[in-house]
């Protein structure tokens, strides 16, 4: 598993903490944002030091979107926690909606 303060590299999956009957597993999904673009200085170290280590930031047509490959205990507690970190970024950053989810 790559420490915590390494970026992840475009298109490397992690893998899931633990795979027990119970215990977490791998989620990946999408949250679309507003509030800030591509030219907001900072945003992607903001985030990634919030606890979007996990996940690849994109602007497709302008829009930000963070693609999310999360492990939790379930895809609930995924999705919150990744509200969390994008909300604890201070970026001026809101979800606007969930884009896709995938087990």
């Known amino acids: 598993?790559?420490?915590?303060?390494?970026?992840?590299?475009?298109?490397?999956?992690?893998?899931?903490?633990?795979?027990?009957?119970?215990a977490e597993r791998e989620f990946e999904f999408t949250l679309v944002l507003t509030g800030f673009d591509?030219?907001?200085?900072?945003?992607?170290k903001a985030l990634f030091e919030a606890g979007c280590d996990d996940t690849t930031l994109a602007?497709?047509?302008?829009?930000?979107?963070?693609?999310?490959?999360?492990a939790a205990g379930s895809l609930r507690d995924a999705i919150v926690s990744a509200i969390d970190a994008v909300?604890?970024?201070?970026?001026?950053?809101?979800?606007?909606?969930?884009?896709?989810?995938?087990?």
Request: hydrophobic fraction near 30%; include cysteine.
């Open 38 to 44: 591509r030219e907001t200085p900072g945003a992607d």
């Open 1 to 22: 598993m790559r420490p915590k303060n390494q970026p992840q590299k475009s298109g490397q999956r992690l893998s899931p903490a633990r795979n027990d009957l119970g």
């Open 59 to 70: 602007f497709p047509n302008g829009q930000p979107f963070l693609v999310f490959c999360r």
């Open 87 to 103: 909300e604890a970024a201070q970026i001026g950053a809101t979800v606007l909606r969930l884009e896709s989810c995938a087990k």
